[in-house]
């Protein structure tokens, strides 16, 4: 991916501009409340909030950026000025999550997407990475496996492909499945464990899709692989 001196430079006085902001933000609290009631323990108090804090100042420099910039569908160069903003949110996203790690339990993940502009409905289980959130809807009860990844970006040679990622009601993305931009995975459909579906692929309600490249194995009636025929119990 090509990096501009300007990108490093954007990245680190934003970055810079936050760390600035938490620290004051950890050394007024400390000195109110920390330092009076909790003594010699206040230090862990301080790296607790100082961590909370440069994560939400992240989640709020992210969010302020898309609406500078709104990085929607399509193909980017790599010498767009929309590149560049897209590379500062992302490493806003990772530095955000990062300090909020330790307050985003399983399930406070989803809350944490929302935060950076994901669209997220009730009773989802996150397990996996979503990257670029603002561009991923999840609907209620969708279901994200451990260690899948949902990304709705590509990069090809000299541009970067954004399109956005809608997992629909009751779906589920299996352990490990790798999910690309352009992608919709119907109602209650199941991507299986380790599949990777391809840009722009449209998996239809119910259905049942694996292997790499993924492809549809099984639709809504019809009976798993090997028991076609079976007897009724």
Known sequence: MKAHPLDYLFSTLALGLLLALALGAT?????????PFLGAYHVL??????????????????????????LGEGL??????????????????????????????????PLLQVLFGARIGRDVALGGKLVDPHLIRL??????????????????????????????????IGVGAVVYPGVTVGEHAVVAANAVVRSGT????????????????????????????????
């Open 45 to 70: 108090a301080d790296a607790l909030l100082f961590l909370l804090a440069f994560g939400l100042l992240c989640a709020l420099g992210a969010r302020l950026l898309l609406r500078a910039y709104p």
């Open 202 to 233: 449209s998996i239809a309600a119910g259905e049942f899709w694996g292997g790499v490249p993924a492809r549809c194995l099984r639709r809504p009636g019809e009976a798993p692989p090997g028991q076609e025929g079976a007897p009724e119990a």
């Open 76 to 109: 980017i160069a790599m010498d767009d000025p929309r590149f560049t903003a897209w590379k500062l949110y992302t490493v806003l996203y990772e530095f955000g999550c990062g300090a909020l790690k330790p307050f985003t339990v399983m399930f406070f993940r």
């Open 139 to 172: 609907e209620e009860g969708a279901i994200i496996g451990e260690g899948s990844v949902v990304t709705a970006h590509a990069i090809n040679s000299g541009s970067i492909l954004l399109a956005p990622v809608l997992i629909r009601k009751g779906a589920t």
């Open 27 to 35: 050394a007024v609290f400390s000195s109110v409340f920390a330092r």
